[in-house]
T-cell receptor, first 109, second 111 residues
Framework: GIQVEQSPPDLILQEGANSTLRCNFS?????LQWFHQNPWGQLINLFY???GTKQNGRLSATTVATERYSLLYISSSQTTDSGVYFC???????????FGAGTRLTVKP | NAGVTQTPKFQVLKTGQSMTLQCAQD?????MSWYRQDPGMGLRLIHY???????DQGEVPNGYNVSRSTTEDFPLRLLSAAPSQTSVYFC??????????FGPGTRLTVT
């Protein structure tokens, strides 16, 4: 199956700072999504982005499919952005979605 | 619109017991899936379904069974619980292949 690597594993920011999270994957994909898991365990879909760039408020994401990576940008971070951010991908040959190990973000007031 | 619902929220089983985790969605999504999340790790796919009557194995299917008799429901059965199945279980659905929506999770402990 496809391998997914996320970096950094942990990130601590001061409120108001910007950050970039990275997701590398080992094969071409037809599906890539970013999720936020809040401190209570709920998983929220942020972006469906197998290629290109999308923006939603302070969050944006870019996937460069030919180079097998995706980036999640968080600007002007807030304490409510804390939690774990997961990248998940699916290859062209099956519907088996693979998650990375996540980036744990802590935003301090 | 309740989205994806899961029951129960918490469950404690003894080794060897069987049980069914329930998952339902009211968004008419074709694709449904079950994941497990172990401490400090990402989610791993157990089983998935691309429509009623169709199921397939994911990355970690051993010890679990699924069926999909309706679009709305996708139960996960543990045949004979083992301590290694202690985990948090998430159900998800999507209008394939788009955004996945997750349920709140079931925290299962096997003693």
């Amino acid at each position: 199956g496809i391998q997914v690597e996320q970096s950094p594993p942990d990130l601590i920011l001061q409120e108001g700072a910007n950050s970039t999270l990275r997701c590398n994957f080992s094969d071409s994909v037809n599906n890539l999504q970013w999720f936020h898991q809040n401190p209570w365990g709920q998983l929220i879909n942020l972006f469906y982005i197998p290629s290109g760039t999308k923006q939603n408020g302070r969050l944006s994401a870019t996937t460069v499919a030919t180079e097998r990576y995706s980036l999640l940008y968080i600007s002007s971070s807030q304490t409510t952005d804390s939690g774990v951010y997961f990248c998940a991908v699916e290859g062209w040959d099956n519907n088996d979605m693979r998650f990375g190990a996540g980036t744990r973000l802590t935003v301090k007031p | 619109n309740a989205g994806v619902t899961q029951t129960p929220k918490f469950q404690v089983l003894k080794t060897g017991q069987s049980m069914t985790l329930q998952c339902a969605q009211d968004m008419n999504h074709e694709y449904m899936s079950w994941y497990r999340q172990d401490p400090g790790m990402g989610l791993r796919l157990i089983h998935y379904s691309v429509g009623a009557g169709i199921t397939d194995q994911g990355e970690v299917p051993n010890g679990y069974n699924v069926s999909r008799s309706t679009t709305e429901d996708f139960p996960l059965r543990l045949l004979s619980a083992a301590p290694s199945q202690t985990s948090v279980y998430f159900c998800a659905s999507s209008a394939f292949p788009y955004e996945q929506y997750f349920g709140p999770g079931t925290r299962l402990t096997v003693t």
